[in-house]
């Protein structure tokens, strides 16, 4: 976190702003997990009037910092000069399957990282509940679980069981958001195996 040398006019102006802003509405859904999440516009209609009525702005914007790692600027400013900063690095993969453009793919991190950022700068409830896989998971976090080899090999034999056009568009979308299925986060294993459960091919009698 970066601040000018005083911020306790910013932190009087934020205190008021916060006991205004509302929960962000989780109005938009994972198509693919079917979770719910509050997405960038709602974060800002739940506190774009409170900051600006206390003379409160953000700005947010590509940048790199000193080891010249691309990141998100993000910035909370004061009518009276003061500010407080934070930067997230931006990390995003294009390869393997992969046909995503990469410039889709930086836009998708960016958009990604600022609703978080936003959310978390200025105090905003109702953050995405596992949307980690929007824009293709572009944003891979450093400690970020993938699942193992066993359960990739265990994952295609499963999905050979399951309806055949089902598991082309199953497959598809792992390799639009992941780039293989071998990148997969393991937080959504288990609700990948229970979509293909619901996908199995029924056997004739």
């Known amino acids: 976190m970066y601040q000018s040398d005083k911020i306790n006019e910013l932190?009087?102006?934020?205190?008021?702003?916060?006991?205004?802003?509302?929960?962000?509405?989780?109005?938009?859904?994972n198509p693919f997990f079917k979770s719910k999440y509050a997405d960038?516009?709602?974060?800002?209609?739940?506190?774009?009037?409170?900051?600006?009525?206390?003379?409160?702005s953000i700005t947010q914007m590509m940048g790199f910092n000193d080891n010249g790692d691309q990141v998100l600027i993000t910035q909370l400013n004061h009518s009276s000069g003061q500010w407080m900063r934070s930067l997230i690095?931006?990390?995003?993969?294009?390869?393997?399957?992969?046909?995503?453009?990469?410039?889709?793919?930086?836009g998708s991190a960016y958009t990604y990282l600022r609703r978080y950022a936003l959310a978390a700068m200025v105090g905003v409830g109702g953050e995405p509940?596992?949307?980690?896989?929007?824009?293709?998971?572009?944003?891979?976090?450093?400690?970020?679980?993938?699942?193992?080899?066993a359960d990739v090999t265990f994952l295609l034999s499963e999905i050979s069981k399951c309806d055949p056009e089902w598991a082309k568009k199953a497959m598809s979308g792992i390799s639009t958001r992941f780039g293989s299925l071998a990148k997969m986060p393991f937080k959504y294993l288990e609700a990948f195996k229970e979509e293909m459960a619901k996908n199995r091919k029924v056997e004739n009698a």
């Open 89 to 106: 690095p931006v990390k995003y993969e294009c390869g393997g399957g992969d046909k995503t453009n990469p410039l889709q793919k930086l």
């Open 11 to 29: 932190a009087a102006a934020l205190c008021k702003a916060q006991s205004k802003i509302s929960k962000a509405e989780k109005n938009s859904t």
């Open 40 to 56: 960038l516009d709602s974060v800002w209609t739940a506190c774009k009037g409170p900051l600006t009525e206390n003379g409160l």
């Open 129 to 149: 509940d596992d949307d980690g896989n929007e824009g293709g998971e572009v944003y891979q976090g450093e400690q970020e679980l993938l699942i193992s080899r």
